[in-house]
């Protein structure tokens, strides 16, 4: 698969990732990694934080969307 973002632009990347939110696959350039943090107990009260986190993937476009959420 290549990188959606690169192929955009013009260029021709190997994809290394997926965008777990739309699905496209993204370059190491364009993978935005973010640690999520998981809370038992679910929505709309988490009882207590889990000692880990789950690393999730994300393409730029994505990463902003949530970010502004
Ligand atoms: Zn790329
Ligand atoms: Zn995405």
Request: glycine residues 10%.
């Given at each position: 698969m290549?990188?959606?973002v690169c192929a955009q632009e013009g260029y021709d990347s190997e994809?290394?990732?997926?965008?777990?939110?739309?699905?496209m696959g993204v370059c190491m350039?364009?993978?935005?990694?973010?640690?999520?943090?998981?809370w038992?107990?679910?929505y709309p009260f988490p009882a207590k934080k889990?000692?880990?986190?789950l690393p999730r993937i994300l393409?730029?476009?994505c990463y902003e969307a949530v970010k502004r959420s």
């Open positions: 290549k990188c959606y994809a290394v990732a997926i965008c777990i939110v739309c699905g350039k364009h993978a935005i990694r973010e640690e999520q943090e998981m038992e107990g679910g889990v000692s880990k986190t393409c730029p476009d």
